[in-house]
């Protein structure tokens, strides 16, 4: 245990020497590269997993799912980062669309039932959609892209 602490904290002071000297570099390469670069080095392996510092990556963009049941968006809310693939999946028994309320920004056009279609978002803003059969009915909701 004590000669575990010790190996921690010898990691850490060469950790945190190699951080003032490369502050810069390594802020702007990112924690990726740093672990990459830690890991590829052999001479360094006791250091790499001992301490975790600066700012994470900010994660991937997530692949979203909106479902289509009972005439409605599922979820009809939702905010995403931008970059995001939304899958418009149509688990419903008739054909909707996934459509912007500002027309040309995006239209899915015809889903079938049983079908989907994909929209990627990369501009930041808040979207209303809707379906084009039924937004009369209420089968509309709002994108919010980060
Ligand atoms: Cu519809």
């Known amino acids: 245990m004590a000669g575990l602490t010790a190996q921690n904290l010898a990691g850490l002071t060469t950790e945190n020497r190699m951080r003032s000297a490369m502050k810069k570099t390594l802020m702007a390469l990112g924690f990726i590269t740093l672990m990459s670069a830690l890991s590829g080095s052999p001479g360094c392996k006791n250091d790499s997993g001992t301490t975790s510092y600066g700012t994470p990556p900010p994660p991937p963009p997530a692949s979203n799912t909106v479902t289509m049941p009972g005439l409605s968006?599922?979820?009809?809310?939702?905010?995403?980062?931008?970059?995001?693939?939304?899958?418009?999946?149509?688990?419903?028994?008739?054909?909707?669309?996934?459509?912007?309320?500002?027309?040309?920004?995006?239209?899915?056009?015809?889903?079938?039932?049983?079908?989907?279609?994909?929209?990627?978002?990369?501009?930041?803003?808040?979207?209303?959609?809707?379906?084009?059969?039924?937004?009369?009915?209420?089968?509309?909701?709002?994108?919010?892209?980060?």
């Open 73 to 146: 968006f599922s979820p009809s809310t939702l905010t995403v980062t931008k970059g995001t693939t939304i899958t418009w999946k149509n688990t419903d028994a008739t054909a909707h669309t996934s459509t912007s309320d500002t027309p040309g920004i995006w239209d899915t056009g015809n889903i079938p039932a049983g079908s989907s279609a994909t929209t990627t978002f990369n501009t930041a803003g808040t979207f209303g959609f809707h379906c084009t059969y039924h937004s009369a009915m209420g089968m509309t909701g709002t994108i919010t892209v980060r």
